[in-house]
């Protein structure tokens, strides 16, 4: 079997053409000269993982009511080396029912990002409201999933304001310093 390859170049596009027995088939290559985006996600995965229901018998379908949500959300970032950082989405959800636990679910959702490019006085706003942003759709649907597969209805996460967080976090700092000084 013979095969040829030609690399063809324009101005816009590279692409190599390869020709195998009269098929041709064209492979589009990276262009060179794209710009490099400042938030590059190198990786999403679920650190942690917990669900726990503690009755037996404590279903949805015995449940006369709804059952009371307390839902936590934290977001905390790490430094893995330069311009490399790992955000976690710390979510906790807690399902009770006339002061009995009906489920507890503890899930850490992270993900590890590059920050290009971006100023010093930046990166803590981008790491805390941004990567987060990123992360919770893919956290939401796993937490829906889990309490489905856990025999109850999905726990479907409202969207949250990480920016209304972040200036919460900066707000409870600046009152802690004042405090201190």
Do not use: W
């Amino acid at each position: 079997m013979a095969k040829t390859t030609k690399t063809t170049k324009t101005t816009k596009t590279k692409a190599t053409k390869t020709t195998t027995k009269g098929q041709t088939k064209i492979q589009p290559q990276a262009q060179q000269g794209l710009p490099v985006l400042p938030i590059t996600v190198n990786a999403q995965y679920i650190k942690d993982l917990s669900f726990e229901t503690p009755g037996p018998f404590i279903t949805s379908k015995n449940l006369k009511e709804a059952p009371n949500i307390s839902l936590n959300i934290e977001v905390r970032a790490n430094t893995l080396e330069d311009k490399r950082y790992e955000v976690e989405l710390h979510v906790t959800a807690k399902a009770t029912n006339n002061n009995e636990k009906v489920f507890i679910l503890d899930m850490t959702y992270a993900g590890a990002f590059t920050l290009n490019d971006i100023p010093e006085q930046n990166i803590p706003p981008v790491l805390l409201i941004e990567c987060p942003r990123l992360l919770f759709p893919f956290a939401r649907n796993i937490v829906a999933d889990v309490t489905r597969d856990g025999g109850f209805p999905p726990l479907a996460l409202s969207p949250v304001d990480f920016a209304a967080i972040y200036r919460q976090q900066i707000e409870k700092m600046q009152q802690k310093s004042a405090a201190d000084a």
